[in-house]
């Protein structure tokens, strides 16, 4: 069976745009694929976070997958600081991967914004992390949204030099699986930027913690323009902000953008949003309701997040120990 492997980061509350771009496309994968998800508390502190608060958003985030359908009998489900190999390996690909390379990563600009100074040299060296990530499993394949590409890319690059400089042939190629229409939510307050979960600005997403009064207000308020919605796609180009939500209603709906534009043609966007309202609050209710009822049992959620790390420990040492071994480090007798 092919083993994929995914993370997300506790950085805050799991966003509408993780749901559709990453968690709900890995829940089928437990059935197809030997799968291995991530919280991924170390690249979470590449930017500041609160102890406390990371404390209790990286519970938050392992009950946001189990009740998004991630079940932690039938995949591999703990958090990335319990496993130590991830670290060792990133040390590694550390001095593998080079400076050009990293400095090519929109993300890092991104996250870094004017003052690149100031920027933590862990966010730098981000990608690194989690090509050791993915590759201390050998992984193959990775569900991600369309925002991590590049690292992937890179990710293959850092596998390849390690191969070609040591001259092995130790790790596998990473494919990517970037899927379904709403690979990319934007903001709803800026149709250009993604939605994040570490947006400073609360009303730019939807949570999967929003109750009705949440999403209604969130959405109503949601940035848009004047002119009714087309019957074409074609009718959305230079429109980013109708793009998104006719695209949000389409992913959340399991259907395409045309057959939404089909449905909704020449309505404005007061009455289309009442309908992606709608849609959300069926869609998003039982899963907050589900992650606060996982959240009453903390006891239960850590000693699932204890097994998960038990197994992944056991397939990602020997491969780390072996890489440690290539580049020449004696093991410890
Ligand atoms: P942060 O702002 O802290 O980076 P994030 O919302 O970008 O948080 P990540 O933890 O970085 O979330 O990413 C988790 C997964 O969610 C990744 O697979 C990423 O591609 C996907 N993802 C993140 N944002 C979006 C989005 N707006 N649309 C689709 N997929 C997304
Ligand atoms: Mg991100």
């Not at 590449?46 to 406390?52: A, F, L, N, S, Y």
């Not at 404005?268 to 009822?293: N, T």
Request: net charge neutral; proline share 5%; charged share 25%.
């Amino acid at each position: 069976m092919t083993r994929v492997f995914s993370g997300i980061q506790p950085s805050g509350v799991p966003t509408l745009g993780n749901y559709l771009g990453a968690i709900r496309n890995w829940v089928p994968m437990q059935d197809t694929h030997e799968s291995i998800f991530c919280v991924v508390d170390l690249h979470a502190i590449t930017v500041w976070q609160d102890p406390k608060e990371l404390a209790r958003q990286t519970r938050e985030m392992a009950a946001a997958l189990i009740a998004c359908g991630l079940d932690p009998k039938r995949c591999t489900l703990f958090l990335q600081s319990h496993v130590h190999a991830h670290t060792r390996l990133a040390w590694i690909f550390n001095c593998v991967a080079r400076l050009g390379w990293l400095n090519r990563m929109t993300q890092f600009k991104d996250k870094a914004g004017k003052d690149r100074e100031a920027a933590s040299s862990g966010l730098y060296v981000y990608p690194n992390l989690m090509a050791a990530d993915i590759l201390t499993y050998h992984a193959t394949q990775v569900p991600v949204g369309d925002d991590q590409r590049q690292h992937l890319e890179l990710a293959n690059d850092i596998a390849q030099k390690f191969n070609h400089d040591y001259e092995v042939d130790f790790f596998p190629k990473i494919e990517p699986l970037i899927q379904g229409v709403a690979a990319r939510v934007m903001s709803l307050r800026d149709g250009t930027k993604k939605m994040s979960k570490s947006d400073p600005s609360d009303q730019s997403r939807i949570n999967l913690t929003d109750d009705h009064d949440a999403i209604a207000q969130k959405i109503r308020k949601a940035r848009t323009d004047a002119e009714p919605l087309p019957g074409h796609a074609s009718g959305l180009e230079n429109r980013p902000e109708a793009r998104n939500l006719v695209g949000i209603l389409a992913a959340i709906t399991g259907t395409l953008p045309e057959n939404v534009l089909r449905e909704h043609e020449g309505k404005g966007f007061g009455a289309f949003k009442e309908v992606l309202v709608a849609a959300l609050v069926a869609h998003l209710d039982p899963i907050r309701k589900e992650m606060s009822r996982l959240l009453d049992d903390p006891t239960t959620l850590d000693a699932q997040l204890r097994l998960g790390a038990d197994r992944a420990e056991a397939i990602a040492a020997p491969i780390c120990a072996r890489a440690e071994e290539i580049v020449g480090f004696l093991p410890r007798r």
